[in-house]
């Protein structure tokens, strides 16, 4: 079966430092990845996804992820981290022919310093 | 845009009650997913359903039933509520077909059970 792994809980950084989020998967094939964001007390909005093609993808709010197939991850990143980014961030696993059904990680908690 | 309804933001409900949470999408979707969130423990699939009247069982599907007798609403149903199934309830909904398609969630619903 397949699993995500988050490793980092908690993460604090300052606003305008650069962040990176990891994010393992576990999956005999090559999988569809995601990344959502959750901010309190709301649903999850995606950020971007990665299916196919340029390992390197882009998505909303000035985030973008890099699929590494050899270390089995899919890292996201942010180069100048604003307040607003303060939420919880989910990496995510779809299967191949898995009719869209998602496996999530247990999530990472930004905190931004002003 | 989507929108995916949860008609109940916060409930409180006592041990042994039945409780009905209720999910509407607007989009002709023919998945619908209900997840449970708890804190270190990321999202966690109940139940999915890909058309009406059919249905699947997620991961901890235990204590859980569902019913979809329309194509745009999903219900959850706890048929006895006990207190370890006070959490965040979410659902979600995307179109069949090619995978990694969107899925998209509503902004949840707190069940405390007393």
């Known amino acids: 079966a397949q699993s995500v792994t988050q490793p980092d809980i908690h993460i604090t950084v300052s606003e305008g430092a650069s962040l990176e989020l990891r994010c393992n998967y576990s999956y005999g094939a090559t999988p569809y990845l995601f990344w959502y964001v959750q901010s309190p007390g709301q649903g999850l909005q995606l950020l971007l996804k990665y299916f196919s093609g340029d390992t390197l993808v882009q998505g909303i709010k000035g985030f973008e992820a890099e699929f590494k197939r050899s270390q089995s991850s899919f890292n996201l990143r942010k180069p100048s981290v604003h307040w607003s980014d303060a939420a919880e961030y989910f990496c995510?696993?779809?299967?191949?022919?898995?009719?869209?059904?998602?496996?999530f990680g247990t999530g990472t908690q930004l905190k931004v310093e002003l | 845009d989507v929108k995916v309804t949860q008609s109940s933001r916060y409930l409180v409900k006592r041990t042994g009650e039945k409780v009905f949470l209720e999910c509407v999408q607007d989009?002709?979707?023919?998945?619908m997913f209900w997840y449970r969130q708890d804190p270190g423990l990321g999202l966690r699939l109940i139940y999915f359903s890909y058309d009406v009247k059919m249905k699947e069982k997620g991961d901890i599907p235990e204590g859980y039933s569902v019913s979809r007798e329309k194509k745009e609403r999903f219900s959850l149903i706890l048929e006895s509520a006990s207190t370890n199934q006070t959490s965040m309830y979410l659902c979600?909904?995307?179109?069949?077909?090619?995978?990694?398609?969107?899925?998209?969630f509503g902004e949840g619903s707190w069940l405390t059970v007393v």
């Open positions: 995510a696993v779809g299967l191949t022919g898995g009719g869209n059904k998602l496996t």
């Open positions: 979600a909904s995307n179109r069949q077909g090619a995978n990694g398609n969107t899925i998209y």
């Open positions: 989009m002709d979707h023919e998945n």
